[in-house]
């Protein structure tokens, strides 16, 4: 299954639902991240980043139909953990050309650095 294909399957749901889904994943790399030391759970952690870059379209566009994310009209994105957290892990494993591609695909959505 493509990423495209997965988002579609999702792109039903609310936008609260969304943003649920975004910070479950987002507690859930805090917690396996932490365990790293485990290879198991860097590995856990790898891919539930993944996962919530993978939601990212949607929850960005989940997030402007909040109001409280505006200030005088402006849209104000916040930053997004799971890719702060993938290229703090890609920088690492010195995968320099996957961290260029998912900062490109952060600043393409609006997400604060």
């Known amino acids: 299954m493509t990423e495209e294909e997965w988002l579609d399957g999702l792109r039903h749901l609310s936008p609260d639902m969304i943003l649920k889904t975004h910070f479950s994943l987002q507690e859930q790399i805090k917690k396996h991240y932490k365990l ?55 920088r690492r494993q010195k995968e320099f050309d996957k961290l260029d591609t998912i900062e490109r695909k952060m600043k393409s959505e609006g997400w604060a650095a």
């Open 36 to 90: 790293r030391a485990d290879p198991k759970h860097l590995k856990t952690a790898i891919s539930l980043c993944e996962q919530q870059i993978a939601l990212s379209p949607l929850a960005i566009d989940a997030l402007k139909q909040n109001p409280q994310m505006y200030s005088k009209g402006e849209f104000f994105a916040p930053s997004h953990h799971g890719y702060r957290q993938y290229a703090v892990i890609l």
